[in-house]
Each structure stands twice: as structure tokens, then as C-alpha cells.
């Protein structure tokens, strides 16, 4: 699974994933985190998501990456929001209302580029990526992310010989073996979802939870 596949999403349209409201498990489990609030935020494989402007509402400066071009110019237009646009060595950087959106490959950014974060939001990374790229990207970009950084980390659950991804199923013992090295790890709720999910239980999903991580660096 390559870049042109996700680029191909955006192009054609076929962009279920993305959600039309906040995630309620954002808004319930971010004060967990105990974060300043000008404090710089990671939003990584952000899509358009909504939850980037509400983490922006809450008074932290959001670095989102996004790979599509289309993906980031919707989100600043759907907010009515008119960037600035700069081209920098990782892609090209939009910029308006507390939100830097850098239209780039996640796997481009530094350490530099990531220096500043105290905290991270991975929603919609993790669970995107094949086993092979899980594993490169936790090593890349939080292998980087500096001492004290939090995350608030959301997977899911299910039999993965039930559907293909993405989403894949990430379990705890894998987000253990990814992470434990390096991040404190506390599991902070463990739901059923698959009755809110009708779409994986038509493709025949038995069984889907979600789990939200606290994670902090070392």
C-alpha cells in the first residue's frame, strides 16, 4: 500500500473513512493528557479531519501532515479559512488559525521538524498502515517525538482475516511490542464497537473493539 493509493482515495472521492463529527473519544480522554494550552500538537496522517480544528479551538498549535494536496485544501475550505502557503523541504506548508497543515509524506519529516511537540494525536496513522509500515512509522516519527511528548492513541480490534484494510486490526500485545521500549503505556477505555459500525459487520466482521492508549515518551 503506497502513496498513489491513498492520493487515488482522495481523487475518486472514496473517502469513508473520513468523519463528519468530533471524535467523542478525543473529546472524553484529551484532558487525560494534562496539556498546556498553547502547546504544539502532532496530528499525523490528519486527512481533513474535524478533530484537527478542535484540538486548534482548544488553544494548542496543531502541526497536521497529510499526504493529499485535496484533502488539506478542503479542510481549510470547509472552515472558511484562507492559509498562507509555503513550500519547505518536507512538502508544502499551509497555514491559517493555529494550524500548520504540511501537505507531505510523514515519513519525510526529522527530528527537527518534530522537536517541539509535547503532544501527539493518532487517530486514524496507526490503524491506516500495513504491519510493515506500523512498524517504520513507529520507529520514524515516534522514535523522534522528544522526551515528555504525550499521545493519545486510538486502535482497533478485530479478527483480521475477516477484512482487509485499511483499517487494520491493531491488538494490544502489538501496540506493547511497537511502543514499550520507549512510551509509558496506560490503556484508558476498551469499547464493543462493531454495533455503531453496521458498514464491518456487512463485510463480516464479528467482532471489532476499539482501545484508547495514553502513551508518554521517555
Given amino acids: 500500500m503506497d502513496t498513489d493509493f491513498w492520493l487515488q482515495r482522495w481523487e475518486h472521492g472514496q473517502t469513508g473513512f473520513h468523519q463528519s463529527r468530533v471524535m467523542p473519544l478525543l473529546q472524553k480522554h484529551w484532558p487525560a493528557l494534562g496539556l498546556p494550552r498553547d502547546c504544539r500538537v502532532l496530528v499525523p496522517l490528519a486527512g481533513k479531519s474535524l478533530d484537527v480544528a478542535w484540538l486548534a479551538a482548544q488553544g494548542h498549535r496543531v502541526l497536521a ?5 485535496l484533502a488539506v485544501e478542503q479542510f481549510f475550505a470547509e472552515h472558511q479559512l484562507t492559509p498562507s502557503v509555503t513550500d519547505v523541504p518536507q512538502g508544502r506548508l499551509y497555514q491559517a488559525g493555529g494550524i500548520d497543515f504540511l501537505c507531505g509524506d510523514i515519513f519525510g519529516l526529522d527530528a527537527a521538524a518534530l522537536a517541539d511537540c509535547q503532544a501527539c494525536y493518532d487517530r486514524a496513522a496507526l490503524i491506516a498502515l500495513t504491519p510493515a509500515l506500523r512498524a517504520r512509522y513507529a520507529a520514524h516519527v515516534y522514535g523522534q517525538l522528544p ?3 504525550h499521545t493519545l492513541l486510538l486502535t482497533l480490534d478485530y479478527p483480521q482475516a475477516e477484512m482487509d484494510g485499511p483499517p487494520f486490526s491493531v491488538p494490544d ?10 512510551w509509558g503505556i496506560d490503556t484508558l477505555e476498551t469499547r464493543d464497537v462493531l454495533a455503531n ?9 464479528t467482532r471489532m473493539s476499539t482501545t484508547v492508549y495514553r502513551l508518554t515518551a521517555r
Fill in 147 to 149: 522526551a515528555g511528548c
Fill in 197 to 205: 459500525e453496521p458498514k464491518f459487520a456487512a463485510r463480516g466482521v
Fill in 65 to 69: 501532515v497529510e499526504l493529499s494536496p
Fill in 173 to 182: 500485545a502489538e501496540v506493547r511490542t511497537l511502543y514499550e521500549a520507549r
